[in-house]
């Protein structure tokens, strides 16, 4: 991932696929890295524009996309025109997988 001077982060997706998106996740350079992503949320071609201009307003669920399998991925690229980069929104589990579980 590179990081531009306003903070936001972008890499290459290599492959249409959960596992890949994860691996770009994985390879960012930030002070604290994700370590276990717990939402990953793609924003569509219409939610990306308000999304850039005003980031901390939240988006409607229908310009939102959660990525659960290797499908959301592919519906996620489908709903942007490519033309700008993807945007991306991921939520991080506050523990590791195992803490605090009872």
Not at 14 to 30: C, D, I, M
Not at 36 to 64: K, V, W
Request: net charge negative; proline share 9%; aromatic share 4%.
């Amino acid at each position: 991932m590179k990081t531009q001077a306003d903070g936001l982060r972008y890499g290459v997706l290599a492959s249409p696929n959960l596992q890949s998106l994860l691996g770009v996740l994985k390879r960012q350079l930030v002070e604290d890295p994700i370590k276990y992503p717990q939402q990953l949320i793609g924003a569509t071609g219409q939610g990306a524009s308000p999304l850039r201009r005003q980031p901390s307003d939240p988006l409607p669920l229908s310009e939102l996309i959660f990525l659960y399998t290797d499908d959301d991925i592919g519906v996620w690229l489908l709903a942007n025109p490519g033309k700008d980069a993807l945007d991306l929104v991921v939520l991080e589990s506050r523990q590791d997988p195992g803490e605090g579980c009872d």
